[in-house]
């Protein structure tokens, strides 16, 4: 275990706090709603949902991180335009938590930055994610509906190495012309989440383990990532029968863990009904982390 020399910055979203040293301060757990085939979702083109539903599995999942002392966030998947004021009032309405925009289309994401601000919860959003691929349109809109929040995806599909990312951070790398961060910065992000990209299995996920240990140490800023999707691209993953599926989720909760234990700030860990046994495995890790670091201060 360790602590890192660069002062570690933690700062509150939507009363929710991101980021510090190693063992120093509980992580935040990050769960995704209306998700593709999520069943409470009725109609995706309209944003109608069941709303009862979603009341429950938001209030177990803010419940039990409350009662294990753990922030957690939702993370909400918006694909079509005609539902982003739908869901984003469904949501805002159930919890006074950080919001994480995501969707495949920028257009959705423009659209609901839009609606953020109209309904005056912009300060609640962070935006997911901010890349290579990111248009000027996305960067400017940010400024526009006054979002200062972000992830930024440390993701060079060109060198998917620890320098790979951290290049692509700190100087753009082979893809931009200035660094993630500094472009970042100058269009108004002042609370940014680094992600350092955990790909798929067979691309070498583990060296975003490596990637985060450095990004702390170098910028001191809150990083996380999404370990869990590398889970479903593990060959051993394919292929299983119902009941192996059911033994496999132990395999899914043990990437929060992981995160964790590299020392991550927050984790997202995929469909919001994974809350409670992915929450208890953070409050775990979480708890021996401290423990582990506690003779260091």
């Given at each position: 275990?360790?602590?890192?020399?660069?002062?570690?910055?933690?700062y509150?979203?939507?009363?929710?706090?991101?980021?510090?040293?190693?063992?120093?301060s509980p992580?935040?757990?990050i769960?995704?709603?209306?998700?593709?085939?999520?069943?409470?979702?009725?109609?995706?083109?309209?944003g109608?949902?069941?709303?009862?539903?979603?009341?429950?599995?938001?209030?177990?999942?803010?419940?039990?991180?409350?009662?294990?002392?753990?922030?957690?966030?939702?993370?909400?998947?918006?694909?079509?335009?005609?539902?982003?004021?739908?869901?984003?009032?469904?949501?805002?309405?159930?919890?006074?938590?950080?919001?994480?925009?995501?969707?495949?289309?920028?257009r959705?994401?423009?659209?609901?930055?839009?609606t953020?601000?109209?309904?005056?919860?912009?300060?609640?959003?962070?935006y997911?994610s901010?890349?290579?691929?990111?248009?000027?349109?996305?960067?400017?809109?940010?400024?526009?509906?006054q979002?200062d929040?972000?992830?930024l995806?440390?993701?060079d599909?060109?060198?998917?190495?620890?320098?790979g990312?951290?290049?692509?951070?700190?100087n753009?790398?082979?893809?931009?012309?200035?660094?993630?961060?500094?472009?970042?910065?100058?269009?108004?992000?002042?609370?940014?989440?680094?992600?350092?990209a955990?790909t798929?299995?067979d691309?070498?996920?583990?060296?975003?383990?490596?990637?985060?240990?450095?990004?702390?140490?170098?910028?001191?800023?809150?990083?996380?990532?999404?370990?869990?999707?590398?889970?479903?691209?593990?060959?051993q993953?394919?292929?299983m029968?119902?009941?192996?599926?059911?033994?496999?989720?132990?395999?899914?909760?043990?990437?929060v863990?992981?995160?964790?234990?590299?020392?991550?700030?927050?984790?997202?860990?995929g469909?919001?009904?994974s809350?409670?046994?992915?929450?208890?495995?953070?409050?775990?890790?979480?708890?021996?982390?401290?423990?582990?670091?506690?003779?260091?201060?």
């Amino acid at each position: 275990m360790y602590r890192y020399q660069k002062d570690q910055a933690c700062y509150e979203i939507s009363g929710t706090k991101f980021g510090g040293q190693p063992g120093r301060s509980p992580p935040v757990l990050i769960g995704s709603v209306f998700y593709p085939r999520h069943s409470i979702v009725a109609d995706r083109r309209n944003g109608v949902v069941d709303r009862d539903r979603l009341t429950e599995m938001v209030s177990a999942a803010e419940t039990t991180a409350s009662d294990l002392g753990l922030g957690h966030a939702l993370m909400l998947y918006l694909e079509h335009e005609d539902a982003v004021n739908s869901l984003l009032e469904a949501t805002a309405d159930l919890t006074s938590g950080p919001l994480f925009l995501d969707s495949p289309d920028p257009r959705v994401k423009l659209k609901a930055l839009q609606t953020a601000k109209d309904i005056g919860i912009n300060q609640r959003v962070v935006y997911n994610s901010l890349h290579v691929g990111s248009s000027p349109q996305e960067w400017s809109s940010l400024k526009e509906n006054q979002v200062d929040s972000a992830v930024l995806m440390a993701f060079d599909p060109g060198d998917l190495t620890v320098k790979g990312r951290i290049h692509l951070l700190d100087n753009g790398g082979r893809l931009m012309k200035r660094g993630l961060l500094e472009t970042a910065e100058e269009n108004g992000i002042k609370r940014p989440l680094i992600d350092l990209a955990a790909t798929s299995f067979d691309q070498g996920a583990g060296a975003s383990l490596r990637a985060l240990a450095v990004a702390k140490a170098k910028w001191g800023l809150p990083s996380g990532l999404a370990l869990h999707n590398t889970v479903e691209t593990w060959s051993q993953s394919k292929g299983m029968d119902d009941e192996s599926r059911k033994l496999f989720r132990h395999v899914d909760t043990s990437s929060v863990s992981i995160a964790l234990m590299a020392g991550a700030d927050w984790v997202m860990y995929g469909a919001i009904e994974s809350s409670k046994r992915c929450l208890h495995a953070a409050a775990f890790t979480s708890g021996v982390m401290a423990q582990a670091t506690s003779d260091l201060w």
